[in-house]
T-cell receptor
């Protein structure tokens, strides 16, 4: 049974720092991995989707990497800003139905001005 | 192109009442998913529907919960005889096609927050 774990559960950094969020999964036979952002009281916004054949994806100050063999993904945020404060979630499909996702518990990020 | 629309955004029900949550997928999307986020827990899959069909309801509680996605109109998640433990955020998501190979991301709505008093 696939399990997704995210560490740390919470992270507080000063503005401008580069930071890394971690996601691990127990079954390496994944089709893809997604990183989402959730603001308080809001829905989820997809940040990056990495297909199983890819090693990384980049969008602006965000870079996500995927190492299937070790069951890990990292989300790198460069030059963090207070507006980056949110909960970051990673998720993998439970099967080939791409919308049935297994989520980690999330990392709550706070970027202090 | 409007996103995934959920309503109501906030709903308060007394124990024993019924809650109906509605979800309109993005235009052109025919696959709908419902998730629940309980306090202090992560997001959990509940049910996957296509028009007029329930494809996978493995995450649905066996009693009191039901879902539908009719030929016309929004998808409905219905909770009968609500209890305090049903208080949670319920998220709907949609995608144009299922499957890992599509490369299509899944789009989430803003959620419906149910409070049972």
């Amino acid at each position: 049974k696939q399990e997704v774990t995210q560490i740390p559960a919470a992270l507080s950094v000063p503005e401008g720092e580069n930071l890394v969020l971690n996601c691990s999964f127990t079954d390496s036979a994944i089709y893809n991995l997604q990183w989402f952002r959730q603001d308080p009281g809001k829905g989820l916004t997809s940040l990056l989707l990495i297909q199983s054949s890819q090693r990384e994806q980049t969008s602006g100050r965000l870079n996500a990497s995927l190492d299937k063999s070790s069951g890990r993904s990292t989300l790198y945020i460069a030059a963090s800003q207070p507006g980056d404060s949110a909960t970051y979630l990673c998720a993998v499909p439970s099967d080939n139905q791409g919308g049935k996702l297994i989520f980690g518990q999330g990392t709550e990020l706070s970027v202090k001005p | 192109n409007a996103g995934v629309m959920q309503n109501p955004r906030h709903l308060v029900r007394r124990r024993g009442q019924e809650a109906r949550l509605r979800c309109s997928p993005m235009k052109g999307h025919s696959h709908v998913y419902w998730y629940r986020q309980l306090p202090e827990e992560g997001l959990k899959f509940m049910v996957y529907l296509q028009k007029e069909n329930i494809i996978d309801e493995s995450g649905m509680p066996k009693e009191r919960f039901s879902a539908e996605f009719p030929k016309e109109g929004p998808s409905i998640l219905r909770i009968q005889q609500v209890v305090r433990g049903d208080s949670a955020a319920y998220f709907c998501a949609s995608s144009p096609v299922p499957g890992h190979s599509s490369g299509n991301t899944i789009y989430f709505g803003e959620g419906s927050w149910l409070t049972v008093v």
